[in-house]
């Protein structure tokens, strides 16, 4: 009850704040929100910083970008469920992707709340006076714990040692037996990957001023005749102190690059404005003033190729949206999403074309399905 | 549960008991005292009664000598995350998985899956109902396995052999290329589907049962806390020791048996049936269609079977017990499935000693 009327009295605070913005009338704003909302699936915080809750914008804009509850069916017409286990289990697609050969972070250790752990070498680790051992002696200078059926970069910490305990990524300090401890208390997630740290590209680290690791989303599509295509490629980049590339509908203030498929530079970079409200569209990154058109991917070839063979790999699942590290030794594939999201295609106002490719492979699905034999 | 469902669930226990009573020669009442003594050990009433344990006669000090599922499940949650659930009991994952592992599997021929794309050995995408009829009748051999990616206990499973255009079921069910992608198309329990190659058994084998039924022995692994694997002493062979197309034991009630397996040797023991409707467990020496006493068979490639259990635990950690169904073909064993909530063997095993391997952790 509490969370609902909070979830109101937000939806409220957005549509005052909209109507405000745009100098419309409460009511427009209003209905304009329940269609975006009711109609399209957007969330309030999603249309807020795409800048659809405008009453004044055309209806025909709303096609330019998707909602996930747009995507979900398609994809779910094209991905087999039952295999989605192999994206959305960090630790399935890790062990999938080692196997084939394929470049990941390396593998710590494995930490499963309510069971047994591993640590590398097929070390079994149980309990927590083990772990926090294993945490202390074992664990490498630098790592990155993540959920391993996380999403949207939650709970994703890196972490290095530092005057005999840990530090992470927001300053935060503590012990190994602080850092088992939060691991068991988390009430969303409870199991979690602990993997090497991983560096961008110098280019990358020099166009944005940060060391923290930005990643490029493709998404790709697998034809009928088993020819992987790329809908979708951008780079995540940071724009300001996050240590982390995540979009999270716009909360993270990072921005997407759109990039050039044949020559892999981007073409233009847009994000959130102020207070997460309309998309902007930026010349140059806003810490370094390095100019993002024209601006050359490194290992553009080579990500281009890795995708190719690793979208063949995982059929039948037919799309997914793939998180691609750049860093100095090449292409690191850092996951891999059967459910990708559209946040990095709407900022660019991209996804109408994403959308039109999955219907049509969907559809030519359903129309020689109907020519029954 | 609906209150319907509660009674009639209740009138089954009556019924059940009733029985007991009558097949114990003991007194209702007892029998009630005895169900409450095993629900209280963790049994649930059907297992209770397929294991003899409502003879009231039975000394409650036997029953430590039993380990119900409830307890053994509770003890394997806490050796195998529940996260990785899907990597042994979808059928399909397991299978891309444990063959990048190199694990000895039935080769795949094709995965079904509704209203989503299939995929086809020969690099077919599945997508439409036209693709998957030329597929099957271009592209399958003429003895094939169709299981559910998620079944259990045999459900859903049909060995297919061709005869001129159709398919033919051994339950006797004939299918067009288009009437089996109808078949699955409309399945009510399931809705992805493997096609695999058809194993037979080693000669050996065969020549115990005559039926042609794939003949699995299930086999526990351990590994402890210092990694090492170990095979607890439940190892059973699932015998059809009738017409059964699997060799599934189900609830007792599939006609098919379990024999103990020397670990050291690989001998035979004799064959268990545990049954409700038996009220207890049924020995047989010898197969009852081919004579063949059960002891004087010894599984071939013993050691190798052995050995992949124990190889193939290692490479699937974090879980530490997993319950293998191995196939021992004329090549060798040959991986069939993997489970991670395996069945408690109390036929054929003192469950018990298992059990505290399980627990040595604690």
Not at chain 1, 131 to 154: N, Q
Not at chain 1, 291 to 306: A, C, H, I, M, N
Not at chain 2, 300 to 323: C, D, Y
Request: glycine content about 10%; proline content about 5%; some cysteine.
């Amino acid at each position: 009850m509490i969370g609902q009327l909070e979830r109101a009295a937000r939806v409220a605070r957005t549509v005052l704040d909209a109507a405000a913005d745009y100098d419309a009338g409460l009511v427009a704003t209003g209905r304009r929100a329940l269609r975006v909302v009711r109609g399209e699936g957007f969330s309030m915080e999603e249309a807020a910083t795409l800048g659809i809750l405008d009453p004044r914008g055309p209806a025909s804009e709303l096609g330019r970008f998707a909602s996930r509850k747009r995507l979900r069916p398609l994809q779910h017409r094209l991905n087999p469920h039952d295999l989605t286990p192999l994206t959305e289990d960090k630790v399935l697609f890790q062990r999938m992707c080692e196997r084939l050969g394929l470049p990941v972070p390396r593998l710590h250790a494995l930490f499963y709340g309510g069971a047994t752990g591993w640590g590398e070498g097929d070390v079994v680790l149980v309990g927590r006076e083990a772990w926090i051992d294993h945490i202390d002696h074992v664990l490498p200078r630098e790592f990155v714990v993540k959920p391993t059926h996380g999403h949207l970069g939650i709970l994703v910490r890196h972490i290095r040692r530092d005057e005999g305990g840990f530090v992470d990524g927001t300053g935060a300090r503590f012990t190994a037996a602080e850092l088992d401890t939060w691991m068991r208390a988390q009430p969303q997630f409870t199991s979690f990957l602990v993997q090497e740290r991983l560096y961008g590209h110098a280019a990358l680290q020099e166009l944005s001023g940060t060391t923290a690791l930005q990643t490029i989303r493709v998404v790709t599509l697998v034809n009928r005749d088993r020819v992987p295509r790329v809908l979708f490629a951008g780079l995540k980049v940071i724009t300001g102190d996050s240590p982390a590339d995540n979009l999270h509908d716009g909360k993270t203030g990072n921005a997407v690059g759109e990039i050039d498929l044949q020559s892999g530079r981007l073409i233009r970079v847009a994000g959130p404005g102020p207070g997460a409200r309309d998309l902007v569209e930026l010349r140059g990154h806003p810490r370094t003033n390095v100019p993002f058109t024209g601006y050359q991917l490194p290992f553009w070839e080579e990500t281009r190729e890795l995708l190719d063979r690793t979208a063949l790999e995982f059929l039948p699942l037919r799309t997914i949206g793939w998180d691609v590290a750049l860093t100095a030794a090449g292409p690191v594939l850092i996951e891999g999403n059967a459910w990708w999201g559209p946040a990095p295609p709407n900022f660019l106002r991209t996804t109408s074309a994403i959308v039109k490719a999955l219907e049509d492979a969907v559809d030519g699905r359903r129309a020689a399905g109907s020519a029954r034999a | 549960m609906s209150s319907l469902v509660r009674a009639q669930k209740a009138l089954g226990s009556a019924h059940l008991l009733r029985r007991a009573a009558a097949e114990h020669d003991a007194s209702l009442r007892d029998v009630y005292r005895r169900a409450m003594l095993v629900r209280r050990h963790g049994f649930a009433l059907a297992d209770a009664a397929s294991l003899g344990l409502l003879d009231p006669r039975l000394p409650a000090a036997e029953l430590a000598r039993f380990t119900s599922t409830r307890h053994l499940q509770a003890e394997l949650a806490r050796v195998n995350p529940k996260e990785l659930f899907w990597l042994t009991e979808d059928k399909a994952v397991f299978q891309r998985l444990g063959g990048l592992m190199g694990l000895p599997l039935p080769r795949l021929f094709a995965l079904y899956h509704r209203d989503a794309t299939g995929w086809g050995h020969d690099g077919s995408m599945l997508c439409t109902r036209a693709d998957w009829c030329a597929f099957v009748e271009r592209a399958l051999p003429d003895e094939l396995v169709v299981k559910p990616a998620r079944g259990v206990k045999g459900l859903g499973f049909e060995l297919l052999r061709r005869d001129g255009d159709e398919l033919v079921s051994t339950s006797g069910r004939r299918y067009t290329a288009g009437g089996l992608v109808d078949r699955l198309e409309g399945d009510r329990e399931y809705d992805s589907f493997l096609f695999q190659e058809r194993l037979r058994n080693h000669a050996e084998l065969e020549r115990l049962t005559e039926s042609g039924a794939l003949l699995t022995v299930r086999i526990m692994s351990w590994v402890d806390r210092a990694g090492s694997v170990s095979i607890p002493d439940a190892v059973g062979l699932k015998v059809t020791l009738g017409d059964a197309v699997t060799d599934n034991i189900g609830d007792g009630d599939r006609g098919n048996a379990l024999c103990p397996v020397d670990l050291q040797g690989g001998t035979l023991g004799p064959a268990v049936i545990a049954s409700v409707e038996l009220l207890g467990c049924r020995s047989f020496e010898r197969h009852p269609r081919t004579g063949i006493a059960f002891a004087e068979v010894r599984l071939p490639f013993w050691a190798e079977t052995i050995e992949l259990a124990k190889g193939a635990a290692r490479l699937l950690l974090p879980l530490r017990s997993i319950g293998w169904d191995i196939a021992i073909t004329p090549t060798g064993p040959v991986m069939v499935e993997a489970n991670i909530g395996w069945a408690s063997a109390n036929d054929i095993a003192v469950m018990p000693a298992v059990m505290e391997q399980l627990r040595e952790d604690v």
